[in-house]
């Protein structure tokens, strides 16, 4: 029998403090995976936030160049062991090689700690503000010690040991302690073990991460609440996204999460009319995309009823039969989507695709695409907007922009909507009528453009207004906005020249660095 | 017998939905005032949520040098009406007219309305980013109706009607519920006639700003989580404020608080010998400004034992008593105060001088000093971390630098902490180890200076750590770091140039406007 793994707690690899243990499944075959890993127990919970207190007052003499360093070295790091890390992802997540770990998530991630590391260089995520008349000066600083929660579908990206939280929480000179997600644990484990070589090679002090594999939900609660922490974050579902919350909430902790989204696609006639064909095409190529495993698939198609639009429905229906279902996470997952799915056909949607299990090796659901009407919809909006977590969609069908504009109108917050137009201006009428109702209803609106590419982008947003997160004005990618999370206002008023921080004084520390020193952006 | 006072809803002053009335008493006298106030039902917020939602989208087109000019004519308007605002502030709150009312509060209110025009104006604090290679665009646009609870100790500079927080959300395009303070309705009444008018000259919807005098307690919660606001604002008690958040919490809607800070003084060793006699005045003036009504007011004074402590507490007590206690806004201001005082001496703080009610006309209470030592705080730290609110302090004595050390890591967020030290360098070293600590407690970290005076700069950080706030990363003054509390995230991704907003085409709009264009921040 193999030893339970161990966890990272105060610069170490230990025996976990637990009283139960966990073993993952390879989704594509059903088998069970041979290691074991702990369910810590709040002990282990609590030796690493006392490590994370004491580490995270060390940090703060820590140098930006250094903490950047680190990233760019724990990117480089996780390049060299490339074929280990997309293997092991790939058993544990059944998320292809190619080229989604490999080429696509693995890069994205490796990409953002370089970004991190570039920000951190660069320091303007800081905001340093300099009112050199009445010496006041203040600045972003360290929040302290933050929790991540990292999701079951981004085994690197979004992982609490490597992706974009970690990266923004690092770059912020803040330690991390990370709650790896329990569908791959193996994956985290390789992904640590490169933070804790490139934190050595760095000289940064080795407690500066941390991870548990696997904890009970109310020791979660306890964590996100704890006295000792900055902030946290939390990517997942919306149910453990409320409860973490809530008990943040009642502590005064910031925490931001990134809970559901429906990501609905408005495609307005002319458009249909115009490329109908090709939307069907675009559509299921983005539902299908990991399954539909991504925070910004789209759960939700919006048209104007007519025959360009069940044109579009039969295509869709066609693409989606034709194309061999994915493999979801997990046997919850199956069973989650199923609930979903049929829950949603509860309320009246008619299923046109899908809508069961498919038979054989591996977690897979058929295709779905699902149908109802605007009334319909707007008779339940509440219960029609249940996120489909996986491969299925629903097409909501509006009898004219008045209606749709209500469907508008009724829908939750989320992260992303899109809207279709036709290239030649004959649906402008209709898009100055809809896009402001959609606008404000999502942290980022697209045109002509499926949601499931999130871009590594500065101006990117990818945050919405609540129940797509807890806040409307944070953004979990995007760097350095992303950072701004994990960072605490601080201010200094006549404060003495010599006991300020090296990027308030009145000669820039740092020469690539942006400050608004009376008004002005200025940069060295 | 006179009419009830009425309400501003929808753009008209009407008579208020109301079961219940209250009057104001002028803390001077005692004596009733005579003008009858409406406690509004929930079907005045009802109408008021209603018309808010309304024009938050008619404002959502309304040019930003719209909003400034009516910044611009209410600042004009409340000077113009300088006369009566200060001479029916002063009867119904006690402040004197001159200088607090007239020179200080009322400029320093105009002085807000102008700088949030300016912002307005200038647009830089929309923050626009454009990435132009991948034509993804952000900015920070406005968040929606916004409901303002003012506080009773600023009725110009902080009042829901007038203050900062209006000031912010009408900067960023959002429509103002303003709950005014029961305890200067008169006062708000006067202000919301000055910014009606100017409303009406500017030709903005008179419904953009509404103000209702009072509600219950309960019809507050349902405001703040109502799904028809943006955000909320609240500065006042920390009981109040912690059940507001939870509301608003458990909704999802921001919530931007200010509740309660002890303001902790710290006096070095050096500097009470250098010039104790002159920090006893600088202490006495910054507690007993407003008779210690201010959220910066120092309610903890912590200085290590020695002579010069001795020498210092007891010129404290002597300028104490030597003063005329100050008027306290109202009765329950007295009760609330000697409450505190003595729930402090129950926990084993000695009172130097005062703790006792000053018997005679007006609502006053004896300059009040309390003392206690380290151990004991240390021992109770919460307990004697209640703050007292009006012309009450108390000084802390540690044994030694360490266990000053230890006293400030017990410390609660507060809105700011200061540190007085010698002038000729021999407090450097204790400095060096106490800066950290204090400086990860406070918003505002203050060197030589009492923290009474909250500038109105760029830089300003009037904000801090739980639970002197709800966010440690969001000030309620200095603008335009002010007005982000009232901005929600959004990008366009890939959207048709004709379709975006104005500020974020690639050629501004606007000249004065900082834009972040890839990488870079640029001006017109």
Redesign the interface.
Known sequence: MMAVEQVLIAGVWRKAAAKSTFKTVNPATGASLEAEFPVSDWQDCEDALNAAVAVA?EL?AVSAEKLAAFLDLYASKLEDHTTVLVETANVETGLPITPRLKDVELLRTTTQLRQGATAAREGSWTHA???TK?N???H??P??PVVVFGPNNFPFAFNGISGGDLTAAIATGNPVIAKAHPLHPATSKLLAECAVSALADTGLPPETIQMLYHIDNEDGLRLVSDPRIGASSFTGSRTAGLRL??AA??A???IYLEMSSLNPVVLLPGAVVERGEKLAVELADSCLAASGQFCTSPNLILAIIGEGTEQLSKDLVGILEERTPGLLFAAGSVDALDESVHALMDEGAKALTGAERVIGDGYRYKNTLLRTTAEQFLANPERLQREAFGNSTMLVTADDVAQLQRVLEALEGNL?GSIYSSTTGEDDAI?AKI??GL??KV???????MPTGV?L?????H?G???ST??????SV?IP?AL??F??????????AD?LPAVLQDNASNPSM?R?VD?S?V?G
């Open positions: 007052k703060r503000v300099i009112d009445a006041i000066r203040s972003f600083a929040i302290g919350k809530a909430d009642s005064g902790k910031p992303t898009y896009a402001c606008r404000f942290g980022r609106l697209l045109n002509d453009k871009a982008s500065p101006a990117m947003n945050g207004p609540y129940p807890g806040h409307p004005g944070f953004t995007g906005a701004r999370r960072g605490v206002l601080q201010c200094y008023d006549n404060v003495r006991r942006w608004q008004g952006w940069r």
